[in-house]
């Protein structure tokens, strides 16, 4: 791990949001960055898509937008550790799940630092999901302070 990516952990675990995203368009390695995360840091590495998907299969399409915060919380409740790495988070921008997404990583961040990947990219101040054309795409979020990799 290198010095800069070490200040970035420090930096995030200071601040109410701790929240280290990890920024890049499809296949350009940000699952092999959040791996040396977990070689380094001996800590708990989630698949988000995988995990979520499992669990939102219980419920109908209708229902599932009522209990996705619900559910990535039990997810996350399940690792209590310092540092928490999150993978595939592309679930989560579905439009049919109607999430507000960088403000559930942002809650949940508030009680460990969570180390999130990103399919998007930075514009004007703005980050956003995706690029154009692709279903996410209209969604983007202001940065503010989050820790971007």
């Not at 989630?46 to 419920?59: H, P």
């Not at 540092?83 to 403000?103: A, C, H, R, W, Y």
Request: hydrophobic letters at 35%; glycine letters at 4%.
């Amino acid at each position: 791990m290198d010095l800069n990516t070490t200040q970035i952990l420090s930096d995030a675990s200071k601040k109410y949001h701790r929240l280290v995203i990890v920024l890049g368009l499809p296949s350009t390695g940000k699952t092999k960055r959040l791996n040396k995360f977990k070689e380094h840091l001996n800590t708990v590495y989630i698949n988000l898509n995988l995990a979520l998907s499992e669990k939102l299969l219980n419920y109908s399409s209708n229902e599932q937008q009522y209990n996705v915060e619900e559910l990535v919380n039990l997810i996350i409740d399940q690792h209590p550790t310092k540092v928490l790495l999150i993978d595939n988070t592309e679930i989560m921008f579905d439009p049919n799940l109607n999430l507000d997404v960088l403000n559930l990583f942002k809650r949940i961040s508030r009680h460990q630092t969570c180390i999130i990947t990103w399919t998007g990219s930075i514009s004007d101040g703005k980050l956003r999901f995706s690029e154009a054309g692709y279903w996410g795409s209209k969604t983007s979020y202001d940065i503010g302070d989050i820790e971007i990799i």
